[in-house]
Antibody
């Protein structure tokens, strides 16, 4: 069974940093693109970042570019999101999600998703 | 960036009704669309990908259609478990974008 388990969320002050992790199991992690999606309280889904299976190609939304960094450790089956210079508007539940369907990097629809981890940016 | 305009934002319907949700893309995206269902406090669950392919395990009352710039999700006969929020996603190109969501309510 494919499982994704996020961790690392919490309360952080504006300007602070946090690193999220997503532990994956049940599939060959290195062969799938992976993604981060967030959802602010009471709001819709917002794509944050994606990374190809090999880790060399990364993509970011304009709202986090230059502040967030996605990475992966294929030997540990773990996806990361390093979040720096955090702002109040980054407050959200952060989900990791695997590329759906067959392994690969393209046609990157999201399935399955983890349960999410809450990040609160507040003083 | 490709914008996904989803409508309606809220939909009230009875159990047994047929409902349709629409997403319009700001430029052609072939069939690179997925549809998700989300219930409060839960992660989204994929229903449809490649515009019209039903994900395994999803009831056949859900269907998707469209290509290019206009896409629809149809639920043929609403069941009590279907009252939730629905999102479209375009994955034809980065940045990936989602529609604003449709909240489906019981009338």
């Amino acid at each position: 069974e494919v499982q994704l388990l996020e961790s690392g969320g919490g309360l952080v002050q504006p300007g602070g940093s946090l690193r999220l992790s997503c532990a994956a199991s049940g599939f060959t992690f290195s062969t799938y693109a992976m993604n981060w999606v967030r959802q602010a309280p009471g709001k819709g889904l917002e794509w944050v970042s994606s990374i190809h299976g090999g880790g060399t190609n990364t993509f970011y939304s304009d709202s986090v570019k230059g502040r967030f960094a996605i990475s992966r450790d294929n030997s540990q089956n773990t996806l990361y999101l390093q979040m720096n210079s955090l702002r109040a508007e980054d407050t959200a539940v952060y989900f990791c999600a695997r590329k759906g369907g067959d392994s690969g990097d393209y046609y990157n629809w999201f399935d399955p998703w983890g349960q999410g981890t809450l990040v609160t940016v507040s003083s | 960036d490709i914008q996904m305009t989803q409508s309606p934002s809220t939909l009230s319907a009875f159990v047994g009704d047929r409902v349709t949700i629409t997403c319009r893309a700001s430029q052609s995206i072939s069939t690179g669309v997925a549809w998700f269902q989300q219930k409060p406090g839960k992660a989204p669950k994929v229903l449809i990908y490649k515009a019209s392919t039903l994900q395994g395990g999803v009831p056949s009352r859900f269907s998707g259609s469209g290509s290019g710039t206009e896409f629809t999700l149809t639920i043929s006969s609403l069941q009590p478990d279907d009252f939730a929020t629905y999102y479209c996603q375009q994955y034809n190109s980065y940045p990936v974008t989602f529609g604003q969501g449709t909240r489906l309510e019981i009338k």
